[in-house]
């Protein structure tokens, strides 16, 4: 009887690799883009980061398409990171809002967020706002007076800046007139503080905590 010659079982190409004592060839991996070079001492830093991308083609249109329905309200414009970002003083602010939704060349139908910045001489408020149409954003920012900011309520444009107009209220002593309802959202009433202005101290728990930078008043000075 002939005997059969029997033919080895087929191995995964790492597992043939291994028995011939190479190694299997490491998996391709994607490869980042290269970090932006910092400027060396002495040489010009550039325009900020969120310049340095081209525009988006929604964005650029956006920007032409603003200056139609805006007309009449002054404002200084750039894009950062792509998308469309403008500057407007407070009392163009609701006006300027309403246009944004109600005019069918811009649909911004959706108030994605309010926020409030202090920069220790004057307050700021940026409203970030979205087109499901069109699928593009618009940052509105507009600079308040720091011993009274206040800039009107655009809950009578999009209810869902209910709770945020309350907040950036009670965290930084902005005013909202228009507002149906400004009480606290996250403090107790009658609390008389402004967590997240700069010149409200650190709780001392946190100041103990190495890397907090404290002011003198911070310590009761």
Partial sequence: MAETEQTPEAQPPAEQGEAAGTQAPAEEQPQRPAAAARPRPGQPAGPPIGEREPPKPSAEALSTTLKEAWEGIPYDQKFNFGDLEVAIQPGDLLEAC??????????????????????????????????????????????????????????????????????????????????????????????????????????????DRPGVVTRPHDNGA
Avoid at 105 to 123: H, N, V
């Fill in 98 to 207: 309403r246009r944004c939704k109600s005019d069918p060349r811009l649909s911004m139908d959706y108030l994605m967020c309010i926020s409030g910045t202090d920069y220790e001489t004057y307050f700021e408020v940026v409203y970030h706002l979205y087109s499901y149409r069109d699928h593009r954003r618009l940052m509105i920012r507009t600079k308040l007076d720091y011993e009274h900011p206040s800039v009107s309520s655009v809950t009578s444009v999009w209810k869902g800046a209910d709770w945020h107009e309350r907040e950036t209220a009670e965290m930084l002593g902005i005013d909202f007139p228009g507002h149906p309802n400004l009480v606290p959202l996250l403090l107790e009433e009658g609390v008389d503080e402004r967590p997240l202005r700069k010149s409200h101290p650190l709780v001392p728990i946190f100041a």
